[in-house]
């Protein structure tokens, strides 16, 4: 027999038995639920006092019988339905209501966060009897403040209303999203959210950037919600209003994944993703997630691996969707204490093994950075904000091909090369990697080793790109990070780059107040005032 769930304490052993066998009822398909059946859970309702409800799948056979409270009932995990893009969970759910009440705002946010086919309430009349059924369902098409359609409240004789014909038909009109999906195969589809205390221009700022972000990681961003809030929700972020919204929106989008603009603690992972059933990434495990995918390196793999499991450790307890982008499957919900304690221990080992190998990296770097003393080579540590152009300047002034694409951190494991002055000064000139804004904790202790290259710089280029309009916001993060790091005593030169997609008076202007040489990294002919600059400082 399967199991009860809810609270089922305090019952007769001949309520628990009739509780139990309801499993053994089954629904014919154009049945919302038989008469037969809403009147035995209407009477055995009114007679404990307590509600209870049916998760229904759509062969007709009972998948889950809760019990509640006079109130409410708790809907159990039912992460075994598995739910794809632009589709419903495959349970419907019809529970009775002690006090005479249509569908609550709870009956509908459940029906919502977990993509329920349908939402019914069973009335009754004071004795206990079958009165009416109310049910309603998400709409396909809808506006935020029309999300849902109430039926019309079913007599007892009424409940013959072609139900899986009707859900296939709200099934039908997703398919058009589904199908695009398909045709995007292996390609995630996103939602990008913001919900934050800022001002609107900094929060939309922030917003282009996650788009970038997503770009560089080969995910297509569907929509965007921002949510501005004066005091941040501690369990969920936002209102769980705002998490109805943006499940419906997802829903009716084809979304595969929801990526938040902030970073998420444990709790808020675990309480988000128990309550809607879509993959939930933060901006941290996206930047991981591309750092992943750009290392090359042995180094570099080293340093990313280190990142992501500092950051996956205290988040073992979470569901295993807002994991999967970067564990695989580790920590999925439900598994033993022993098993949690297991991958805690393996993760703990590994991040040890890890921080050994890249203490064997520093002692490596020391020792070229020996080398290098002996020689008395000058060293100029090319840096910026990720995407404003260092690997292309670094390709330009040494006629070398490091990999440059116009994406976010598409270089991620650093470069030297030489490069000889017109007065025979010979220098070492590296490219690191880029900086951004809110540039995860994990990361910048996992990348200590490469970052300490920039320790030993004679000189630093600070890469600015002029044509984009949040440049003075990645100024202040770049200047930000190297105060971190100690760095910011350092010789600096401004390489206001990118002059040619910006006016002249614009260029004229930014090279007074921020006090810099204005180049176009892929042409030659502009970096000469910069090489005379470079060298009288050397």
């Not at 249509?102 to 919502?112: C, F, I, M, R, V």
């Not at 972020?237 to 943006?246: E, H, R």
């Not at 010789?491 to 614009?506: A, C, G, P, S």
Request: proline content about 4%; hydrophobic content about 40%.
């Amino acid at each position: 027999m399967k199991r009860l769930f809810g609270h089922t304490t305090g019952f007769k052993a001949n309520q628990i038995r009739r509780l139990e066998n309801l499993y053994r009822r089954r629904i014919p398909p154009e049945f919302l639920i038989t008469f037969e059946l809403a009147r035995d859970i209407s009477l055995l309702s009114y007679e404990i006092r307590r509600q209870i409800g049916l998760l229904i799948n759509r062969a007709g056979r009972i998948a889950y019988v809760i019990v509640g409270d006079q109130q409410k009932i708790i809907i159990p995990d039912t992460s075994e339905y598995r739910v794809a893009p632009g589709r419903l969970k495959g349970l419907r759910c019809v529970h009775t209501h002690l006090n005479n009440e249509a569908l609550t705002s709870d009956d509908l946010t459940d029906l919502a966060l977990l993509r329920l086919d349908l939402m019914a309430a069973i009335t009754m009349t004071t004795e206990g009897h079958l009165h009416r059924v109310h049910a309603g369902h998400i709409l396909p098409k809808s506006s935020p403040e029309n999300p849902f359609a109430i039926l019309k409240p079913l007599q007892p004789h009424q409940l013959d209303i072609a139900c899986l014909e009707l859900i296939h038909s709200l099934e039908t009109e997703l398919a058009h999203v589904k199908s695009s999906y398909e045709a995007n195969q292996g390609k995630e589809r996103a939602l990008l959210v913001s919900v934050t205390s800022a001002p609107k221009d900094i929060a939309m700022d922030s917003l282009a950037e996650l788009k970038e972000l997503a770009a560089s990681s080969n995910i297509d961003v569907i929509g965007t919600m921002l949510q501005q809030r004066r005091k941040l929700n501690s369990r969920f972020l936002m209102g769980i209003g705002k998490l109805q919204d943006l499940t419906i929106m997802a829903l009716q989008t084809g979304a595969t994944l929801i990526i938040l603009d902030q970073e998420l603690n444990p709790s808020q992972i675990r309480s988000i993703t128990n309550k809607i059933d879509f993959k939930i990434i933060d901006r941290t495990q996206l930047i991981l997630d591309i750092f992943a995918q750009q290392a090359q390196t042995r180094e570099g793999k080293l340093q990313v691996e280190l990142a992501q499991l500092k950051y996956l450790l205290p988040r073992l307890i979470a569901k295993n969707t807002a994991m999967s982008r970067l564990t695989g499957g580790i920590g999925g919900r439900g598994p033993g204490e022993t098993k949690l304690e297991i991958n805690r221990r393996r993760v703990r080992n590994r991040i040890t093994r890890l921080e050994k190998d890249l203490a064997l990296v520093i002692k490596q770097r020391l020792q070229q950075k020996a080398r290098r003393s002996k020689r008395n080579l000058p060293v100029i540590s090319i840096i910026g904000y990720t995407n404003a152009g260092k690997s292309t300047l670094l390709n330009t002034l040494t006629k070398s091909n490091v990999k440059a694409e116009s994406r976010l951190f598409a270089t991620l494991d650093p470069a030297s090369r030489r490069l000889r002055f017109p007065k025979d000064i010979e220098v070492i000139i590296t490219d690191t990697v880029g900086f951004i804004k809110n540039l995860p904790k994990d990361l910048l202790t996992s990348f200590r080793a490469t970052l300490e290259e920039l320790e030993s710089a004679d000189l630093f280029l600070h890469v600015i790109d002029i044509s984009n309009p949040r440049y003075q916001q990645q100024i202040e993060s770049v200047e930000k990070i190297l105060a971190e790091l100690n760095l910011d005593k350092v010789d600096t030169i401004r390489v206001l780059n990118k002059m040619d997609l910006v006016d002249d008076e614009t260029v004229n202007r930014l090279n007074k107040t921020l006090g810099g040489t204005a180049v176009s990294a892929k042409a030659k002919s502009t970096l000469v005032p910069l090489i005379e600059r470079m060298e009288k400082l050397i």
